[in-house]
Structures are given as structure tokens and as C-alpha cells.
């Protein structure tokens, strides 16, 4: 996502470009590996170019997801790395400059028509706060999943040393308490057997993982969003959305989201701690009336529709596809991307 959400530039008509090889991207094509380490995670948060960056974030969240989701077992939902994948594959139009119609001639023409020049600008700027959240939110989150995978793989010493190296303090002054807490559901629920408490843990492990970034996110997409509080509030409902599954799902920001069913075992919940925290931030817990955002940068409103995202589609398969498909890939890069080396889909 966003990460997650950091699909909040602009929609303004429908785009499906052309994609064209560049020579930037081919960096990408060039460093990609499938096995997210945290030595890997360090290299992509060093490159310099933000389009490249993307293409190797949205890759590393697709392929975490799928890791993720072989070690917490059968029964398992999607984690928070299956949507970010998504968000991000989004993002990386914005920061691509793929947001507007003909962009590339209205750049060309910013120094002879008026008003050119601030459209231009505006999109630079857009590109660049969606290029900077969407890295800094993988420096911070991806290290932590791929960290817990290698822990949990190795041993009970091995989490207790990961849990140990969270930062205290909440997200909004620097801390890690609430990502910790995901992490506690994340191992809580790998424990458990499929069921409704398995899939309640990790529900809850997604929207603390999501309340953590999304915090972390607040100033880099109040910088994106344009204008005031009611341009805002229109460029949310009408020019923003989020595209799930390879075009499976096209869900509108600023619109509720569809009327269920809800993820399996998601219809009643019953964990007193999620319902609390639904519950902050969703007032209607039995359905999505009302889960729309009436603007994006409010964390309030974002996170109330995030609540809802993260429920309707807990148990959606398509989202474990690749969030850039090898036709894509190539296109972009000019390179074949190597096989994972492992399933490509976890059973549900």
C-alpha cells in the first residue's frame, strides 16, 4: 500500500499506457533477487532512482507475501505484505508519471503555455512524495517481516532477539509498540490451527502493521494531496483508487467499498482487542457503509477504509498473484525475471 496505502496520486481519466522499456528501470531488471534478506532490503533502499526502487519493492512485497504465507500455514490469510504489493504496484504509476493522460506533452509544453509549468510541478512533486513514502515505509516494515521469517526459522532464541529490537514508543514519536504487536499476532496465529482465531490474529497483525505505516506515512501524503480541505476531499472522491488482484477488484477511495461477504471467519468478530480496534475507527462493524474516505490525507479516514480493505478481502487468492505480471516486467525493464524459488500461491 499503500505503503500501505500509497495509492493517493492522482486518477484522473482512465490510463492504461503503453509500457515501454527504459533504460532506468532496466536497473531493476538487472538487481532483482526473489529472496527478500535484509541485506537485500538495505541494497533497493540505497538505489537512487525512485522508479527502479518501486519495481524492486513492489517484487520484494509480492515475493514476502507468499513467504510469509507458507510459514503461517494452512488456513492462512493474506498478510500485510500481499495488499502493500498492490499499493505499491500503484504507487510506482504515480512516481513512473503515469497519472495524467498525454503527461509527457504537457511537460513538453510547460515553457509556452501558461499554467503549464505549476501542472508540471505539481506532478514532480506528487511523484516525489510517493517515491520517498513508498521507500521509506519498505525500510522500516520489510525488514521486519523478512527479520521474522528468518527468526522463526531459526528458533525460539532467535524471536526472542527479534522482539527484543523494536523500538518502545508509539509510531507518531519514532516507536515500534504497535509493529511489535503485530508481530505477537503474526506468531500467535502461525501457531494456530486454521479457524476463526487463526484468521482474527491475523487480521489484527494486518491493521497494526497498517496503523504503524500509515502513521509513519502522514506527512509524506498530506505533501502529495493538492489544495485545501475541500479540493481534497474531491480529488479523493472522484480521482483516487486502488486496482487488487490484477484487475480482479478496482476499488474507488473516496467511495464505500462493496457490501461483503467478509474474509472467512472475518463476518463476526469476536476478539475482544480487534473489536476494540475496529471499533476506533469503523463505527459500523457489521457492514462497509461508511467505510469510504472523505479524505485521503486523514489518517482517520484512511485507516477506516483500510479496516474494511484488509476484512473484505482476508481470504482473497488473487492477490498472492504476481503484483507485476513477467509480460509486464519485461516490458518495463527489458530483462526476463528470474522463478521464485518457491510455490507460486500458498493454499487458503
Not at 6 to 24: K, T
Not at 63 to 69: K, Q, R, T
Not at 172 to 197: H, N, S
Request: with cysteine.
Amino acid at each position: 500500500m499503500i505503503a500501505l496505502l500509497l495509492s493517493f496520486a492522482w486518477d484522473v481519466l482512465p490510463r492504461r499506457p503503453a509500457l515501454q522499456e527504459s533504460p532506468r528501470l532496466a536497473e531493476a531488471g538487472d538487481r532483482v533477487e526473489r529472496v527478500v534478506t535484509e541485506a537485500y532490503i538495505t541494497r533497493v533502499v540505497a538505489m537512487k532512482d525512485a522508479a527502479a526502487r518501486n519495481l524492486l519493492i513492489t517484487q520484494a512485497y509480492g515475493d514476502l507475501s507468499l513467504e510469509v504465507a507458507d510459514l503461517l500455514g494452512s488456513g492462512a490469510a493474506i498478510n500485510w505484505c500481499t495488499m502493500a504489493a498492490w499499493a505499491s504496484r500503484r504507487a510506482g504509476q504515480s512516481i513512473r508519471g503515469e497519472d495524467l493522460p498525454g503527461q509527457q506533452y504537457v511537460a513538453r509544453a510547460a515553457a509556452r503555455v501558461p499554467g503549464a509549468r505549476f501542472l508540471v510541478d505539481t506532478m514532480r512533486d506528487v511523484s516525489r512524495e510517493v517515491g520517498e513514502g513508498n521507500r521509506e515505509v519498505f525500510l522500516e516494515v520489510a525488514p521486519a517481516f523478512a527479520g521474522f521469517v528468518r527468526a522463526f526459522r531459526a528458533g525460539d532464541e532467535a524471536l526472542a532477539a527479534f522482539f527484543a529490537a523494536f523500538t518502545k514508543g508509539p509510531p507518531d514519536r519514532g516507536g515500534q509498540d504497535i509493529l511489535r504487536r503485530a508481530f505477537e499476532c503474526y506468531l500467535e496465529a502461525a501457531r494456530a490451527p486454521a479457524g476463526k482465531r487463526k484468521a482474527e490474529l491475523l487480521y489484527a497483525a494486518n491493521l497494526y502493521v497498517a496503523l504503524q505505516e500509515q502513521t509513519r506515512l502522514q506527512g509524506r501524503i498530506a505533501a502529495a494531496m493538492p489544495g485545501g480541505p475541500t479540493t481534497r476531499a474531491l480529488v479523493t472522491k472522484a480521482m483516487l483508487e486502488l486496482e487488487l488482484g490484477g484487475g480482479t477488484a478496482i476499488h474507488r477511495l473516496g467511495a464505500d467499498l462493496p457490501d461483503g461477504p467478509f474474509g472467512e471467519h472475518l463476518e463476526a468478530l469476536e476478539d475482544p482487542e480487534l473489536v476494540t480496534f475496529v471499533l476506533r475507527f469503523d463505527a459500523d462493524i457489521a457492514s462497509t457503509c461508511g467505510s469510504r474516505a472523505e479524505r485521503w490525507d486523514a489518517l482517520a479516514d484512511r485507516m477506516r477504509f483500510i479496516v474494511e480493505l484488509f476484512r473484505l478481502h482476508g481470504s482473497d487468492a488473487s492477490l498472492f498473484e504476481e503484483p507485476l505480471s513477467a509480460a509486464e516486467w519485461l516490458a518495463l525493464t527489458g530483462r526476463v525475471r528470474p522463478r521464485r524459488p518457491f510455490a507460486s500461491r500458498p493454499p487458503l
